[in-house]
């Protein structure tokens, strides 16, 4: 996660931050029980976001931000039926959505803030799949020479609530949680 704030007029603010708040990879040995599920995954997916916050008063503002999303997905499990495996791969996943925010210093010692980030549906309109199967079922599986199939798929990113307060203590020293 990086962010960038300017403030460009007493009561405005403008920003860029970008985030990967979904993605993992995982592989697992060729053997495992669930291998016909997933024998590896790696999941991507990055964001940015142009911010525009504004100070409605002294102890509260309000912030909103465009959302574009980019990732990717790589996933392989066997096919047991077939014997071999599929690989299912798209580089090029894109979305878009929102965020919003809410601030609030209800006293000198404590601040809050609300925030929502909606869902992102990741449009993959690129995807290959390819079977590393005998050659011998491509024509029966509707492949290509290479073994592979174009797909198109849509993989939702799920919408996020936040709620985080700051309670200063002393004038160094304060204490800060947050719950998603």
């Known amino acids: ?14 920003g860029f931050s970008f985030a990967t708040p979904f993605g993992s990879t995982v592989k697992w040995p060729s053997d495992w029980a669930g291998k016909e599920i997933v024998q590896e995954i790696e999941l991507k ?3 940015f976001q142009p911010i525009v916050s504004v100070k409605l008063a002294p102890w509260a503002s309000i912030g909103g931000s465009y ?12 096919v047991t039926q077939l014997g071999g495996t599929l690989n299912i791969k798209d580089k090029e996943a894109s979305g878009h959505g929102f965020s919003l925010g809410f601030y609030f ?8 803030s609300v925030a929502y980030r909606s869902p992102v549906d990741m449009k993959a309109d690129n995807g290959v799949a390819t079977f590393n199967v005998s ?16 797909f198109k798929a849509v993989l939702p990113l799920v919408d996020e609530y936040t709620i985080g307060a700051t309670y200063k203590v002393t004038p160094k020293w304060q204490i800060s949680a947050d719950f998603n």
């Open 67 to 78: 959302i574009y999303a980019k990732g990717s997905v790589d996933w392989t499990k066997t």
């Open 1 to 14: 996660y990086a962010a960038v704030a300017y403030k460009a007029l007493d009561n405005v603010s403008v």
């Open 45 to 47: 997916a990055f964001y």
């Open 135 to 150: 050659e011998s079922l491509y024509s029966a599986l509707g492949l290509d020479a290479n073994g592979q199939d174009n």
């Open 105 to 112: 210093k209800p006293t000198d010692k404590l601040d809050v």
